[in-house]
């Protein structure tokens, strides 16, 4: 079986790292290519660490606002490449990677991790691929939570949908890394007295409520002298959050040192880890907090409560109070057994519910059911109001 990923990566983060284990994880006789739109070269970086594992790679040419060049140079791929099935990933690809699929005569899956809302652009990008998912010939949801959405926005028919959790890339986070810890307080300044770490990570945007973790951080630091918070990402709100940091006087408390690319070697030397989202599909970061054996303080948003067990793995609050936020990280900062019971729980139910094997069976599985030759498509039940119909060729499971 050959399958072709479609995405607009810019860089290698949580929804990257996912299609990257699920390669990995899939039989050898299942072949994948990895390919992404140009976004004006900013997809190398991706790109670069893809072929780093073995994978070949290809960088579209054609873009928004050339959608039929798009299109066209997507068929060929496809064609080029024998491609048995298109695994889309992000609104540009479900909505210009189907219409590929479609001329190639492939199926096309839809992989739906959630919705930002971030920028008025975003909004309506994300307005497009909700009324577009349901010509796709099966969407994957990361979440319950997700699937909850797309079946209420989206009238995808159940027959056409699945839900597939992300994974924890456990092999990650067997070891720590000894100087990981010194590494991680080396972000905050010497003269901080800084010994428990507060670690949060990913893009500096509205939804993800790193401005109520700035406000809950001024309870944290007031009631717990040695605790310090690390934020990592990067994003619109950096400039906005700084501010509110300088004004809350926590300049040595509070430190924000940007996009990582060894997160993996650093999160499991923190104390706690926090998500403080308003929305969130299946959250990476959650995943491998758990794998790295650190207990979590999650709002309690779309797919998060399938990732955190609340009061098992870490505690669930609702979103949007910075009080309850700091409360209980306090609770976890005071008792460093349960810290170490909550993270060994963590650690477990990662290996037993979230893995990268579990997550290719079921891919496994899907993709057999769609490239059988006897099963119809979105295609037979009519036509893409874009492009019209299109002939499809049957299509056989096999190396």
């Not at 006789?29 to 994978?55: H, K, P, Y």
């Not at 590929?100 to 307005?127: D, H, M």
Request: positive net charge; contains cysteine.
């Amino acid at each position: 079986m050959r399958l072709v990923h479609l995405t607009s990566s810019t860089f290698f983060g949580g929804p990257e790292r996912q299609m990257l284990g699920l390669a990995q994880a899939l039989p050898h006789d299942v072949r994948t290519t990895f390919a992404s739109f140009s976004e004006g070269g900013r997809s190398a970086g991706f790109l670069d660490e893809i072929r780093r594992n073995g994978f070949p790679t290809v960088q579209l040419a054609a873009d928004f606002p050339h959608a039929l060049a798009a299109v066209r140079e997507a068929t060929a791929l496809l064609r080029d490449t024998q491609c048995d099935a298109l695994i889309c990933h992000g609104y540009k690809a479900h909505i210009l990677g189907r219409a590929a699929a479609r001329r190639a005569g492939v199926p096309a899956i839809a992989v739906s991790r959630g919705w930002t809302g971030e920028t008025r652009k975003v909004k309506v990008y994300e307005w497009l691929d909700r009324r577009h998912l349901r010509f796709m010939d099966h969407v994957v949801c990361v979440s319950e939570g997700q699937a909850a959405k797309v079946r209420r926005w989206c009238r995808v028919p159940a027959a056409r949908m699945s839900v597939i959790r992300n994974s924890a890339r456990l092999a990650a986070f067997e070891s720590q890394d000894p100087a990981a810890r010194q590494r991680l307080l080396g972000f905050l300044p010497g003269d901080s007295g800084v010994s428990r770490v507060v670690l949060a990570a990913g893009r500096l945007s509205p939804e993800k409520g790193f401005g109520v973790l700035v406000e809950a951080a001024a309870t944290i630091c007031r009631e717990h002298p040695t605790a310090g918070v690390v934020l990592f990402g990067e994003g619109v709100l950096r400039p906005e959050l700084e501010a509110r940091v300088r004004d809350l006087g926590l300049a040595n408390r509070l430190v924000m040192p940007g996009f990582r690319t060894d997160l993996d070697s650093l999160i499991g030397a923190a104390d706690v880890v926090v998500l403080p989202s308003f929305t969130e599909g299946l959250p990476n970061v959650a995943l491998e907090a758990s794998a790295a054996g650190v207990p979590v303080v999650a709002t309690a948003v779309g797919g998060t409560p399938e990732a955190i067990a609340d009061n098992e793995t870490g505690f669930l609050v609702p979103p949007g109070q910075p009080a309850r936020i700091a409360a209980r990280i306090g609770e976890l900062l005071r008792d460093s057994e349960l810290r170490a019971r909550f993270g060994a729980a963590g650690k477990h139910r990662m290996r037993t519910t979230f893995t990268f094997a579990a997550q290719a069976a079921a891919y496994l599985k899907l993709l057999q059911q769609l490239t059988s030759p006897t099963r119809g498509t979105a295609t037979d039940r009519g036509p893409h109001p874009a492009t019209g119909p299109a002939p499809r060729r049957g299509v056989a499971v096999g190396g």
